[in-house]
């Protein structure tokens, strides 16, 4: 089940309005990245152009589409309409795969990143309330979020490649990327407020 934020919702009906009965629909769909942090392209389509592969789900006042292999990933998603200094536009905030226990990424690449991020890591971010955990490995690929202070830190891009990676990288010699999965516009508690 999709969730529209009331401002999200105002904006689709506006833009539907705006075209005149063209558009009658929202499109979401999924693209390339990371599986535990999709992103999604949302347009406005017209009845007519909904494909045989997507599913019509029942939004606020308005149909939305979804290809098959996506539903499940938006099953309890909440599209917003953000405006912020830099940007605005919607954003689909999915509900977060679990990091540990049941599903957590296993292997001999896991269990160094994992190493490395427990003893020399997070040690040394904890000072600022910081904390960054492993959520997936692909291949020679690592996907990890950061959580705490560094949460919408604005020097958690610096974090990440200066300190984090190089680290990750001396240890672990094959990783071939270090992506960072965190929703920092959503941080609680960040140490820098940007």
Do not use: W
């Not at 045989?52 to 996506?70: C, I, M, N, S, Y």
């Not at 999915?94 to 049941?102: D, K, L, R, Y």
């Not at 490395?116 to 492993?134: D, F, R, Y």
């Amino acid at each position: 089940m999709l969730t529209f934020s009331d401002r999200a919702r105002e904006v689709v009906r506006s833009y539907l309005t705006e075209s005149g009965g063209e558009l009658t629909a929202l499109r979401i769909a999924s693209q390339p990245g990371s599986p535990v942090a999709p992103r999604f392209e949302l347009s406005l389509v017209a009845d007519d152009e909904r494909s045989d592969d997507e599913r019509q789900l029942e939004g606020p006042g308005f149909a939305v589409f979804v290809k098959e292999g996506d539903v499940a990933r938006l099953e309890g998603a909440t599209i917003d309409f953000v405006d912020r200094v830099n940007e605005s536009g919607f954003e689909v905030r999915t509900v977060a795969p679990p990091v540990s226990g049941p599903g957590a990424p296993e292997g001999e690449i896991a269990d160094r990143v994992r190493q490395v991020l427990e003893t020399q890591v997070n040690p040394a971010i904890a000072a600022h309330g910081g904390m960054i955990s492993l959520v997936d490995v692909k291949d020679t690929e690592v996907f990890v979020e950061m959580s705490g202070g560094c949460q919408g830190c604005a020097l958690s891009r610096m974090t990440l490649s200066q300190g984090v990676e190089r680290m990750l990288r001396q240890s672990v010699p094959e990783l071939s990327a270090v992506h960072d999965v965190t929703d920092h516009d959503s941080g609680m508690n960040p140490y820098f407020q940007h």
